[in-house]
């Protein structure tokens, strides 16, 4: 089997990540016995390697991130799952920070494929989905090539996500903010409990600053599973330095040391994000696993987690941001200004349509000065004048492009010598701004485009 046989399989499994939200429907998708069953038929490979488990709405990307760069510095033998992908697949599955090869990727799904046949006649299991699957492989390939620790980023909500298999030793619960209200709850506290779920008994549970909403709920989790918590912001703190647009400075104080940092990476969350990943790496102690301070600097300095406040493009100013809730936007608001120089504030922006549109569009109806609204090629993206609805509703005026690259085109050539461009709204859009930008050829998958849409 080849790489694109492999993708073509993969493509016949259910999908719940490109499909639109309508209502309620978490425990028809989401349920560990057909993740249980599968790992069992492999050997419970998910058990043989120390785990960081990360689970939250905001950040926990960037936070798993710092977590596996630091541990590759480290020099030990790393495995990185998060989702989605960007512009390939394999970025899912990374191996010592580095997506798998196309030849690992394909022998994995090849591997996998008879157990899942076995599984779908199976009356009482069923079928893998496709994140299932995809969770299935990273963690056989963790556990075949011996890595010594796996870091591991929760797809959705916490309780019934298909990573919530693993027993880790160390959990994070990033920032938690109204996403995925129809699956997860409508208000804070049913999303932070959802995510709570991956706290297991005599855990460590590393915990980013929350709103009183949504920290009682996890307070209770570790109280009720005799897990020790970490709070982010009291028993572990940072102080922030110097910023450029190559970066900023910044101290943590953890419970073992103090830090002297510096990343690439933007925005004043990013300094949550890595006193949450410093506190991670601490408590990794206590499973075996010693990562010394200067692999913490060495892995947060060299830290590649694209599509977070990205600097694309100096002149003119061009960031990408996946940005895709209302509490995200908002941060990335406010970050701008602090840490870069413009004039005029030039949107691009697409969004899914399951997400709120409405206060997202409220929200950067304030602050930009023109607009540009697009699509990007997901099955889930609003069409553009679905996009600019929203804005016009809020009192402005978006110029409708087709593409991702069209509108990144006319906003570029608009913009003056000191404007910033700013696409956002959703990963997939800034993905397609990137792939345009730097000239990456993406994978295409012509039969996830929505009917109409362009394959190219």
Known sequence: MDYQESIARLLALVDHERTTVTGPRQKAIYDLTRMEALL?????????????????????GSTAAFCDASLHAAGLRTGFYSSPHLHTFRERIRRDSEPISQ???AALVEGLWPFHEELKKDSAVGPLTLFEYLTGMAFQCFAQDRTDVQTIEVGLGGRLDATNVVDAGVC????????????????????????????KSGTTVV?????????????????????????????????????????????????KGDYDLHTPLLGYHQLENAAAAVAALEALASQGVIVPPEAIKDGFDR???????????RFPLLV???????????????SLPKYLEYDRLILVAGFSRDKNVEGMAQALSGKADKFFATASR?????????????????????????????????????????DLVLATGSLFLTAEVRETILGIEPEIYPELLPPGSRAV
């Open 40 to 60: 069992d038929r492999l050997g419970n490979p998910h058990r043989q390697v120390p785990t960081i488990h990360i689970a939250g709405t905001k950040g926990k």
């Open 103 to 105: 030849e690992v990727f």
């Open 172 to 199: 994070v619960i990033t920032s938690i903010s109204l996403d995925h209200t129809a699956i997860l709850g409508d208000s804070i506290r049913e999303i932070a409990a959802d995510k709570a779920g991956i706290i």
């Open 207 to 255: 915990i980013a600053p929350q709103t009183p909403e949504a920290l009682s709920p996890i307070l209770a989790a570790c109280e009720e599973k005799e897990a020790a918590a970490i709070l982010v912001g009291r028993d572990v703190t940072w102080e922030e330095g110097e910023s450029t647009i190559d970066g900023q400075r910044f101290k943590i104080r953890g419970l």
């Open 303 to 313: 830290v590649n987690w694209p599509c977070r406040m990205e600097v694309l493009s």
């Open 320 to 334: 990408a941001d996946g940005a895709h809730n209302v509490y995200s936007v908002e941060s990335l608001l406010r």
């Open 378 to 418: 997901h099955p889930r993206s609003l069409s553009p004048a679905e996009v600019a609805g929203p804005f016009s509703n809020a009192g402005k005026t978006a110029t409708e492009a087709p593409t991702p690259a069209a509108a990144v085109k006319m906003a570029m050539e608009s913009a003056g010598e000191n």
